[in-house]
């Protein structure tokens, strides 16, 4: 797909926070406003057997590179059209055969974009018709945080596994810029049809966005082309903004992860609305929910760091997680609504298809309570609750409603043509048709 900007946005200088995208004319929920192809990405170690490293897909049979027998394909024209940005790795792969690149997926991007400006695949005169204003190029996106472990780390991993001789004018010091930009405008790259993350990408265009806790647009993935979308009607002068972390969380975790990742404090409406929130409750009552949403935080991590796939033990942990704390947290609590997507995810694993349902209807629920009503999030939750419902469960008329809610959702947030609408259409008119 082509790289589109839409016409009526452009950057400028946003009061505190850099470089921004504002509207220059009235704009109208479910738009495009960009749509754009990755400069650089790679798939997280453990995806990299199971999906092809251009198109992403996920394949029973991949082959693999013919020369650095490494990176995996589902069929030649990938592995032809992927040749221009993988033969510097390649090249790199084959002098290192005897060692594994870390997981350090940022060192395999900066080798990717080691690769263009090697090869001088892009150049920096925009496409026709694309506003010259959002940058091109990696170097002229803004800086990240200095002095962080992880930059020092993958860049040691990129020295070591590469070697001096194949980094031609580049140094430690450049090399550490690269990774301190890469940290703050990279995205993590997922898989629409599960809402997992599968890999590391950058979008120079859509970098350049900044980050709302109640966002007015949303990124979503086709394959590994990127859209930012309007999910709401957007009027001309104001900011464009899409969301940096999960906006599925309470506000004490939210702000956090965006100083660890991007060294700024929220301010956005809806922080300070829960802030206030916060402080207008009785400290006694305010101590207790810290408490409790501390414990839910503990069995999140938890399962997040311990169990891969292991569906028995996560659904163990998440309803011991959610025994403890259900009592003290209500229903929508975004920690609540968290060890309800772990419950699913473990659920759908072991085919406990009912309980897949329960669990999702309360992560409707929470969605309903703290996201837009147009927000891909809500209408993939949505979709999935539906899809069980009638393919697997056999309830069409249960399914029914929710599939409308879902395409209703979708045709904003995603677009009426994207596969996953696409497919949710399809499965309403069949149950339609019945």
Known sequence: ?????????????????????????AIRSGTCLVREQPFAHVLLEHERERRCEYCLLRREKLQKCGSCKDVCYCSNDCQIAAYKSHQYECRIKKKNKQQSLPEWTAARV???????????KRGTNPTPGISCSFPLLPSQLCDGPEGLKSAEDAVKCLEDYVGTTDLPGWDHKSLLKLNEKLSVNSFCLYDEGKRSEIGDVLYTRSAVFNHNCEPNC??????KTMEIRSLRDIQPGEECFIHYVNVLQTVNVRRKKLYDNYRFWCECLRCKRELKILADTA???RLKLEETEAKAQTFLAKID???????????????????????DLDTTNPHMAQLHV???????GLQKWKAAVKSGMEIIRACKTHLLPTDPIL???LWRVAKIQAVTLNQPIAARDLLQQAIDVMSIGYGSTHPMTMEAKELLGSIIDQ
């Open 110 to 120: 900066m080798i990717q974009i080691l690769c263009v400006k090697q090869k001088k």
């Open 342 to 348: 772990k419950t699913q995810e473990a659920c759908i």
């Open 305 to 327: 760091k311990e169990f891969d796939e292991n569906y028995y033990k996560m659904l163990e942990t998440c309803e011991t997680g959610l025994d403890a704390v259900q009592n």
């Open 1 to 25: 797909m082509a790289t589109i900007i839409h016409p009526g946005i452009e950057v400028f200088l946003a009061e505190r926070r850099g470089r921004g995208v504002r509207a220059t004319q």
């Open 283 to 285: 400290i006694g009552d």
């Open 379 to 381: 209408g993939f939750h």
């Open 218 to 223: 949303a990124f979503i993935y086709n394959g």
